[in-house]
């Protein structure tokens, strides 16, 4: 209590950790880590350490909303799209994940080839998880506006307009970017 009034959040998380690794009620060791998931990422900032905590709830309790929405912002913040994705297959929410991969791709802020990065996995969900190629040859070209010259996209489109047959003058331009 003492830290908290005194706003001193690094040394309450460390005595809230060692409280939460040695308490064997799953109830109380939950609201622990809810309250360190809180500490770390709004009063400290450090997203990571808040993702282990969240994590660490959800094994306790799987079900906590609470719990998994601060995951998720929490993946963002620090750009773990690799563990966002498992998150999302884990609910096989396919559609939602795509929807947060296209709002962070389309932020200004985002360096190029990490923007690229992030349609050409949209891409692949469309394709892969979604059976959907005229999406997937959405984000591809979403790419290429990003990054004009840039050959595995261009390569990935190929057969996408090869078998549409609907798609002469962008199939040309994705093969002379291949050229």
């Known amino acids: 209590q003492l830290y908290e009034r005194s706003k001193e959040w690094e040394k309450l998380a460390a005595i809230l950790e060692r ?11 939950g609201a622990i880590w809810q309250k360190l998931g809180l500490i770390y990422g709004d009063k400290i ?8 905590a969240w994590k660490a709830l959800i094994e306790i309790s799987p079900d906590d ?14 750009q773990a799209w690799d563990e966002l994705e498992v998150f999302y297959a884990a609910s096989d929410k396919w559609d939602e994940f795509i929807r947060v991969l296209e709002r962070e ?15 050409f996995k949209i891409a692949q969900l469309w394709r892969d998880k979604k ?13 290429l506006a990003v990054d004009r010259n840039n050959l595995s996209v261009a390569e990935a489109l190929i ?19 291949k050229l």
């Open 131 to 143: 059976d959907r190629l005229d999406k997937a040859a959405g984000a591809y070209e979403a790419a």
């Open 65 to 78: 909303r609470r719990a998994q929405e601060q995951l998720k912002k929490r993946y963002l913040a620090i």
């Open 45 to 52: 900032g450090d997203d990571e350490r808040a993702v282990v």
């Open 19 to 29: 409280q939460a690794l040695s308490t064997l009620d799953p109830a109380e060791q």
């Open 105 to 119: 791709a389309e932020k200004e802020e985002i360096a190029v080839e990490a923007r690229v990065s992030m349609y």
């Open 159 to 177: 057969p996408i307009y090869e078998a549409s047959g609907k798609e002469p003058n962008r199939l040309a331009d994705v093969l002379e970017v």
